[in-house]
């Protein structure tokens, strides 16, 4: 028997989460969502990022502004840093995603969240990257997570929090999981150019 | 055995395994004409699809079935020959109507009932009994298309023993039961193998000196009905324990491992020959321990209430899931890997039944064994009425409970047919709920 009465308030509507599941159960239609975003290169290893459109539910959903996110390099690579580093992105995405899971999850579980700390590392052998030796891989070698929680929960509880959070987590499946990747070019087509000049 | 001509009867029952001859158990207890049609001979399942090592999960003293336990040891765990005596046994004290090595080909339905067609000639009936088990065919994933042609593969279903398999390493996809058992035996064989493990739910032999189905059963957990759960579909799906018949030993992946069993994440992909393995292992560790852990409270809790101690042991806790810090993300099937064995479960067969209640993923519509169709019931699949459902002594109470249904619906036809309106597809919703109660709250 619970004698706790008190709902928990960590900000996530979970009727509308619930009732979310329930209607895409019945209509997986509604459920393929489409992400998008544009990239668009600056001047030297810097890009901006800028996301807005998304597919959903059916038809195309917009955010309520578009968001920017500028991307660079440090300057010790020999760029300007006018940005978090992409593989920094990838760990923020991450947080994000497990972040956001956690807040659902506790909710769910009427668990009031006082805080919610994540830290992140991520070694990598960058001698991948620079080519110099082709058994390095590009990529991390591993990515750490530490949760740091206030809530009122025990500790097994809190730990509950963070496993559940990971097993539902897009961005947690994208990074431990292999995916197809597409990538695609096309030349910009800048008018007839030539025959004139001859 | 049975030597009966084709015909009409009220009932039939396909399959000769528990859950056939529990429902016959039950029909000839109610005095309804029925017969059992079976494709082989009793238990054949157990007799010709399941690898020589096997013994039961339960313990001899869970393994009954109505108005029959099983003489031998009681804390012993059967092997499928066991098994096999175990029935055959049951069938003749039952006297039941088997018909042997009688194949269903074919099922249909028209006004008059049920149309079965077999290999020996075609039976009519107004009601049947699905009783054809939950493990008839492999479920292989789709990426087993990508492993190497030179690759040895075969499905659990048609695993014997460690022999059949040319020497050097097993990659074996799965780790439930199945998948735990045959990389100890194996391993054991001088295979080295390497255990591909998704989510797995992860359970001790013994806790606090008693087996844990003891536990299992005497909490409640076993009778828990469906009905309780918030997410049935989910509740159905859940693999088998990590659990191996052999008395006293935990076959955890921490007693793989120290075997020498190479644990990896989930098999996610094959690309060039290489197989990918999730990066997910730790939090699939973590989340079957956390699980372990509510499990173990539960008994805890339940004991506690109960008040007594029933001489049982000291609380105790289970060193965590250790994960290698260098759990392989890949290896390459061509160079490292003889044999890949699937242990990633199996799926029930309804392609012989033609009466539209299977539904577009191959699973039969069904509420709680009673499928959507009139007079048509199913039994012995996952969680379909209670926990224990698809554990031996758990067909007994299925089986009564829809043997009762099916007494509803033939007195309901017959009135039917002598010019009632009671429309027999109304019994569905007359099936008797039982009110929600939670164990351990």
């Known amino acids: 028997m619970t004698t706790q009465t008190r709902t928990a308030e960590n900000g996530v509507n979970v009727t509308a989460l619930l009732g979310a599941r329930e209607a895409l159960s019945r209509a997986p239609e509604a459920a393929r969502f489409k992400w998008r975003a544009s990239s668009k290169w600056l001047r030297g290893t810097h890009s901006r990022g800028t996301v807005e459109g998304f597919f959903g539910l059916g038809g195309e959903q917009i955010h309520r502004s578009p968001y920017q996110f500028d991307l660079d390099h440090p300057e010790i690579f020999a760029s300007e840093d006018n940005g978090a580093t992409p593989v920094e992105f990838v760990l923020v995405a991450l947080a994000g995603c497990l972040t956001a899971g956690v807040a659902a999850v506790a909710q769910m579980r009427n668990i009031q969240l006082r805080s919610v700390q994540a830290t992140l590392e991520a070694p990598m052998d960058i001698q991948g990257i620079l080519g110099i030796d082709p058994d390095v891989r590009n990529g991390f070698d591993r990515i750490k997570v530490h949760y740091e929680i206030d809530a009122d929960a025990s500790e097994e509880e809190i730990a509950a929090l963070v496993a559940q959070s990971q097993k539902r987590s897009a961005v947690f499946d994208v990074v431990t999981n292999p995916t197809d990747v597409a990538v695609t070019t096309s030349k910009v087509d800048r008018g007839a150019p030539g025959e004139l000049e001859c | 055995m049975l030597k009966r001509m084709a015909g009409y009867i009220d009932v039939i029952v396909i399959g000769a395994g528990h859950c056939g001859l529990a429902m016959s158990a039950v029909l000839s207890e109610r005095g309804i004409d029925h017969v059992v049609l079976e494709r082989s001979e009793i238990a054949n399942t157990w007799r010709t699809e399941r690898w020589d090592s096997l013994r039961l999960l339960t313990p001899n003293w869970l393994t009954r079935l109505p108005g029959y336990s099983y003489p031998g040891d009681a804390d012993g765990y059967m092997t499928s020959a066991d098994l096999c005596g175990f029935l055959e046994n049951y069938a003749k004290s039952l006297a039941a109507p088997v018909v042997a090595h009688t194949a269903v080909l074919r099922v249909t339905h028209d006004d008059d009932g049920y149309r079965v067609a077999t290999s020996q000639g075609e039976w009519r009936c107004r009601a049947l009994v699905l009783a054809t088990g939950a493990f008839n ?305």
């Not at chain 2, 989510?199 to 013994?206: A, L, S």
């Not at chain 2, 690309?271 to 805890?300: E, H, I, V």
């Not at chain 2, 101690?309 to 290896?331: H, K, M, N, Q, W």
């Not at chain 2, 007494?407 to 007359?430: I, K």
């Open chain 2, 137 to 441: 065919q492999p479920d292989t994933p789709r990426i087993a298309q990508g492993v190497p042609g030179r690759i040895e593969q075969l499905h659990a279903l048609n695993y014997r023993n460690p022999e059949q398999l040319a020497p050097g390493r097993v990659l074996i996809v799965g780790g439930s039961a199945t998948g735990v058992q045959l990389a100890h035996e194996l391993q054991r064989s001088g295979r080295p193998v390497t255990l591909a493990v998704g989510e797995h739910v992860r359970m001790p032999r013994v806790y606090r000196g008693r087996d844990v189905q003891w536990w299992m059963l005497a909490s409640g957990l076993l009778e828990r009905r469906i009905e309780e759960e918030e997410d049935p579909d989910r509740a159905r799906r859940v693999p088998s324990p990590q659990l191996t018949g052999s008395p006293g030993f935990t076959l955890d992946l921490n007693a793989l491992r120290e075997q020498g069993v190479e644990i990896v994440g989930r098999l996610v992909g094959i690309r060039d020959g290489k197989a990918q393995f999730s990066g997910s292992l730790r939090n699939t560790c973590t989340l079957a321990d956390l699980k372990l852990n509510r499990l173990l409270n539960t008994f805890d809790e339940w004991l506690e209430h109960r008040g007594r101690s029933l001489g049982i042991t000291a609380r105790e806790r289970f060193a965590p899931t250790a994960v290698d810090e260098t759990a392989r993300l890949g290896i390459d099937l061509r160079e490292d890997v003889r044999t890949v064995l699937w242990a990633t479960g199996y799926r029930p067969d309804y392609s012989w039944l033609k009466v539209p209640v299977v539904n577009a993923k191959g699973e039969l519509r069904h509420d709680r064994g009673v499928v959507a169709a009139p007079g048509l019931y199913v039994l012995g699949l996952p969680y379909l009425r209670r926990r224990k459902s698809s554990f031996i002594h758990g067909a007994e109470d299925d089986a009564r409970e829809l043997g009762a249904h099916l007494m509803q619906f033939l007195d309901g036809s017959e009135r039917g047919r002598s010019g009632s309106s009671v429309a027999p597809r109304s019994l569905q919703s007359s099936l008797p709920l039982t009110p929600v109660r939670r164990v351990g709250t």
